[in-house]
């Protein structure tokens, strides 16, 4: 199955690394127009050094009305990929402290908000549909322990999913949510590679092993494409079976 992105407009956020890169790459590959957004300038001009046909948006998602101010100066989209998100390391959920929840939702929920409101206008007013892909987590689905933050935006973010899928379903504009489990970023393999807590996650997980980046970018790049067309409202777990293990 090739994707075909020829002349589309998509809007990444997290675009600088892991994830949100590989897909940056994968819209590239054939023609899409990319508007990747970062939070770090540094990370964002290694971007556009790298791949200078993407339109860099500088700007920190927990920001709610800098982030619109740059986002009302864009065209409309054809894509959107909400892929930016903010994790601390392990917490007790009766010690998570405001800040953290507050980061933690601010920009894992409120800012994939914030961007489907302003883009999503756009996309209504422009009238050629599209598709927004949410990057949600397993833990969306079921928490895992000390991550109160994290699991909470997460499950919060794949009701949104399905909210704006009935409510944008008119226009033509379908939302989905991918939920992948560890993926094997530089982040990934940091906090979770030789930890006990990895090993006891890839025990559990019937494939024996995490995810690899390009096994999350092609669900993202079928929800962003045209294979999709039917797809609304749906949340995809890419977790190598582990949710179907009930000694998680």
């Given at each position: 199955?090739?994707?075909?992105?020829?002349?589309?407009?998509?809007?990444?956020?997290?675009?600088?690394?892991?994830?949100?890169?590989?897909?940056?790459?994968?819209?590239?590959?054939?023609?899409?127009?990319?508007?990747?957004?970062?939070?770090?300038?540094?990370?964002?001009?290694?971007?556009?050094?790298?791949?200078?046909?993407?339109?860099?948006?500088?700007?920190?998602?927990?920001?709610?009305?800098?982030?619109?101010?740059?986002?009302?100066?864009?065209?409309?989209?054809?894509?959107?990929?909400?892929?930016?998100?903010?994790?601390?390391?392990?917490?007790?959920?009766?010690?998570?402290?405001k800040e953290?929840?507050?980061?933690?939702?601010?920009?894992?929920?409120?800012g994939a908000?914030?961007?489907?409101?302003?883009?999503?206008?756009?996309?209504?007013?422009?009238?050629?549909?599209?598709?927004?892909v949410n990057?949600?987590?397993?833990?969306?689905?079921?928490?895992?322990?000390?991550?109160?933050?994290?699991?909470?935006?997460?499950?919060?973010?794949?009701?949104?999913?399905?909210?704006?899928?009935?409510?944008?379903?008119?226009?033509?504009?379908?939302?989905?949510?991918?939920?992948?489990?560890?993926?094997?970023?530089?982040?990934?393999?940091?906090?979770?590679?030789?930890?006990?807590?990895?090993?006891?996650?890839?025990?559990?997980?019937?494939?024996?092993?995490?995810?690899?980046?390009?096994?999350?970018?092609?669900?993202?790049?079928?929800?962003?494409?045209?294979?999709?067309?039917?797809?609304?409202?749906?949340?995809?777990?890419?977790?190598?079976?582990?949710?179907?293990?009930?000694?998680?």
């Amino acid at each position: 199955m090739a994707f075909k992105f020829s002349g589309k407009r998509i809007f990444i956020t997290g675009a600088t690394r892991g994830i949100g890169r590989a897909v940056v790459d994968g819209v590239r590959k054939t023609g899409g127009i990319v508007y990747g957004l970062g939070s770090n300038k540094e990370l964002l001009n290694k971007l556009v050094e790298e791949c200078p046909d993407v339109t860099p948006v500088h700007v920190d998602l927990s920001d709610w009305d800098a982030t619109r101010k740059e986002l009302e100066k864009l065209p409309a989209m054809d894509g959107i990929v909400n892929n930016a998100a903010y994790s601390v390391g392990w917490e007790s959920s009766l010690d998570a402290s405001k800040e953290v929840l507050d980061k933690t939702l601010n920009i894992n929920l409120m800012g994939a908000i914030n961007v489907i409101q302003v883009l999503g206008k756009k996309m209504v007013e422009a009238g050629n549909g599209g598709s927004i892909v949410n990057i949600s987590s397993i833990n969306g689905i079921k928490p895992m322990r000390e991550t109160l933050a994290y699991s909470v935006s997460k499950a919060a973010l794949d009701m949104v999913t399905k909210q704006y899928a009935i409510e944008l379903g008119p226009h033509n504009i379908r939302v989905n949510s991918v939920n992948p489990t560890v993926v094997l970023t530089d982040m990934g393999r940091e906090h979770w590679g030789d930890s006990q807590r990895g090993t006891k996650l890839i025990d559990a997980t019937p494939l024996g092993r995490f995810c690899k980046v390009h096994e999350a970018v092609n669900p993202i790049l079928y929800l962003l494409s045209d294979y999709s067309s039917m797809v609304t409202g749906t949340i995809n777990p890419v977790e190598g079976g582990l949710l179907s293990n009930i000694n998680v």
